[in-house]
C-alpha cells in the first residue's frame, strides 16, 4: 500500500551550476531555499529588501532594482522617531534617516548590479492578502507594527496580479535576457486570515501564475507547495507552530529542488561542498591530538579538491579554520 501521493517534477532545462547567480525574492520559503544554497557557497542573493510576501510587494522590489531607484527622505516615514520605509522589512528601521537612506540605497545599488548578472529569479508568492495605506492607498510591504486603524485589507484578484506582472515580465527580460523566472506559491500558511480565508489567498495565487506561466518569456513553476500539501500530507512534517515546513519537510523539499535544477555535475560538487561546511560546523568531541590532526589534514584535502574542481568558490574561512586546528595539534605533540 502506497501511504504517499508522490508526483514527478519535470527537471528544468536550464540548470544551475557554480558560476550561477540566483535571486530570492518573496516570502520566507524563498530565504529558506537561497540561504540553504548561499551555505554551500553558490552565488546568491535573498530578499534585497527584506522578506515580501504578496505579488504587489514583490513586483515593487524588482521594479525598483531594475530602475537602479535612489530613495531620499520623502520616501520614508516616521513614527514614534524611528523612520521606515514601506518597501521595506523592519531590517531597515532606524532613528538616523540619512543611515537609514545610505542602507537602502546601498542595497539597491548592489541588487541592481547583481540582477543584470543573474541566471535564475526565484519568485515566492506568499499570500495574495494585501494592506493598504488608509491615506494614500498604498499597498505596503510591511505594517511595521503600526496600528492596525492606519490600513484597510483586501485580498488582490487573480486579474490585478496578472495586470501587474506581465508587463513586469516583460521589463525583467529586457533588463536581462538571460534571467529565467521561476514562481512558487509558499507552502506555509497564513493563517491569520483563518483556514478558509488562507486557501482562497492560495487559490489566487495559483490561477495567476498559471496565467503567468503563458507569458512569451517562459517563466516556470516549481511545485513546493505540493510537495509538502499532497505529498508529505502530515503534522509531523510541520515546525512546532504547525504552520511553518519542519527541518525534514524543508530538506525534502530542496532535495526536489536540487533534482529539477542541478545536473550530476553540480550535485557531486554540492555534496562535496556541503561535506566541508558540515565538518566546519562539526563540534569537536575529541580533542586528542592525532585525531583532530586527521580531521584537520582530511578536511584541507577536501577543500583542495573543491577548489581546484569549482572555479571561484569561496572557502578561505574554512582553509583557515582547519589550518588553526592542524596547527594547534602539531604544538601539542
Known amino acids: 500500500m502506497i501511504l504517499r501521493t508522490t508526483f514527478d517534477i519535470e527537471p528544468s532545462a536550464k540548470k544551475i551550476d557554480y558560476q550561477s547567480h540566483l535571486m530570492f525574492v518573496g516570502s520566507c520559503f524563498a530565504a529558506e531555499t537561497g540561504k540553504k544554497l548561499s551555505e554551500a557557497k553558490f552565488k546568491v542573493m535573498i530578499n534585497p529588501f527584506g522578506t515580501v510576501y504578496n505579488p504587489v510587494s514583490v513586483a515593487n522590489t524588482l521594479d525598483l532594482i531594475i530602475s537602479n531607484k535612489e530613495f531620499s527622505r520623502k520616501d520614508l516615514f516616521i513614527n514614534n522617531n524611528v523612520y521606515f520605509s514601506f518597501y521595506h522589512y523592519t531590517d531597515f528601521t532606524s532613528s538616523d534617516p540619512d543611515k537609514l537612506i545610505e542602507k537602502i540605497n546601498n542595497c539597491i ?132 507552530d504547525m504552520v511553518h515546513p519542519s527541518t525534514s519537510a524543508f530538506d525534502y523539499i530542496f532535495n526536489a529542488f536540487s533534482c529539477t535544477f542541478f545536473d550530476n555535475n553540480t550535485m557531486s560538487e554540492y555534496r562535496d561542498v556541503t561535506e566541508i561546511i558540515k565538518a566546519y560546523n562539526h563540534k569537536l568531541i575529541s580533542f586528542r591530538p592525532e585525531e583532530v590532526k586527521k580531521f584537520a589534514e582530511t578536511s584541507l584535502m577536501k577543500i583542495d579538491k573543491a577548489e581546484k574542481r569549482i572555479e571561484g568558490i569561496d572557502l578561505s574561512c574554512e582553509r583557515e579554520y582547519f589550518k588553526s586546528l592542524l596547527e594547534k595539534s602539531n604544538s601539542y605533540r
Open 109 to 240: 545599488r548592489s541588487a541592481h548590479e547583481f540582477l543584470k548578472k543573474t541566471e535564475f529569479l526565484f519568485v515566492t508568492f506568499g499570500t495574495a492578502r494585501v494592506y493598504k495605506l488608509r491615506e494614500n492607498g498604498m499597498i505596503v510591504s510591511n505594517c511595521h507594527k503600526l496600528p492596525s486603524s492606519f490600513f484597510t485589507n483586501e485580498l488582490l484578484s487573480v486579474e490585478e496580479i496578472t495586470d501587474l506582472w506581465t508587463p513586469l515580465l516583460g521589463r525583467i527580460s529586457n533588463f536581462s535576457s538571460s534571467i529565467k523566472v521561476v514562481f512558487t506559491i509558499s507552502p506555509v500558511r497564513y493563517l491569520k486570515d483563518g483556514v478558509h480565508g488562507n486557501q482562497v489567498s492560495k487559490s489566487v495565487l495559483f490561477l495567476a501564475v498559471e496565467r503567468l506561466l503563458e507569458h512569451y518569456t517562459h517563466p516556470i513553476y516549481f511545485p513546493a507547495y505540493e510537495l509538502l500539501m499532497d505529498d508529505l500530507r502530515d503534522y509531523r512534517f510541520y515546525a512546532d
